[in-house]
Structure formats: C-alpha cells, structure tokens
C-alpha cells in the first residue's frame, strides 16, 4: 500500500499503508530496541519523501513510539 501513495492518497488510504508500516516493522524486529530503532529509520526516511509517503512514514514512527 506504501509504494502507492500519491499525492492524491486519501486519509483512509495513509491509514492504511501506517499500519503496512508499523506491521513490517514489528514483523522484522527482534527485540522492543530494533522496533524503536525501525521507527527512527522511518522517521528519517520520512524527509527522503513528501506528500502522503512522508506523512504516513512519520505516523508509523509516532505510533510506534508510542506504544512504549
């Protein structure tokens, strides 16, 4: 869902693709260290990105971070 997000992208679709993110990143990492550290990587990969990407890059570092 990540990969097609445009600028055109709707909330729901955003939503969407967040939680593509925070599931990859939760089924990649090994321990809550690696969680943290794949949100860090979003939260930078983020400014490589602009429009819906972007946002929903930072929404899934934010909600990942927040689930401490």
Same mark, same amino acid.
């Given at each position: @869902?990540? %990969? &097609? *997000? %445009?600028?055109?992208?709707?909330?729901?679709?955003?939503?969407?693709?967040? &939680?593509? #993110?925070?599931?990859?990143?939760? %089924?990649?990492?090994?321990?809550?260290?690696? #969680? #943290? @550290? *794949?949100?860090?990587?979003? /939260?930078?990969?983020?400014? !490589?990105? !602009?429009?819906? $990407? =972007?946002?929903? #890059? $930072? /929404?899934? =570092?934010?909600?990942?971070? &927040?689930?401490?």
């Amino acid at each position: @869902m990540f %990969d &097609s *997000l %445009d600028d055109n992208a709707t909330e729901e679709q955003i939503g969407a693709a967040v &939680s593509e #993110l925070i599931q990859e990143a939760h %089924d990649r990492a090994f321990c809550r260290e690696t #969680l #943290l @550290m *794949l949100a860090t990587n979003y /939260w930078h990969e983020a400014a !490589h990105h !602009h429009g819906a $990407k =972007a946002r929903a #890059l $930072k /929404w899934a =570092a934010q909600e990942i971070r &927040s689930d401490e």
